[in-house]
Nanobody, 116 residues
């Protein structure tokens, strides 16, 4: 099993930046792809970005050029650098991690609020 702990959310003005972190613990030998999802009030949860164990990344179109996902395999941690934030980026952000058996684990979520 994997446990995920997120940090770094908060309140920021439009145009500002935030960096989210998510540390994995537990059966880290099985850690595979990691990613970030978000859920805004009244909306479905959506994929934001993913990164494979070897560093290949994927982004939803709405964040391309503004967000960067990265990971430190030595620290079992994934990051989401968010720049040029917009009010529509306001959401609860969830970290995910997949293990070698394709089971997906979720963090508890961290609130990001962008004021316009």
């Amino acid at each position: 099993q994997l446990q995920l702990v997120e940090s770094g959310g908060g309140l920021v003005q439009a145009g500002g930046s935030l960096r989210l972190s998510c540390a994995a613990s537990g059966s880290i030998f099985s850690l595979n792809a990691m990613g970030w999802y978000r859920q805004a009030p009244g909306k479905q949860r959506e994929l934001v970005a993913t990164i494979t164990i070897d560093g290949r990344t994927n982004y939803v179109d709405s964040v391309k050029g503004r967000f960067t996902i990265s990971r430190d395999n030595a620290k079992n941690t994934v990051y989401l650098q968010m720049n040029s934030l917009k009010a529509e980026d306001t959401a609860v952000y969830y970290c995910t991690a997949d293990d070698s058996w394709n089971r997906r684990y979720w963090g508890q979520g961290t609130q990001v609020t962008v004021s316009s």
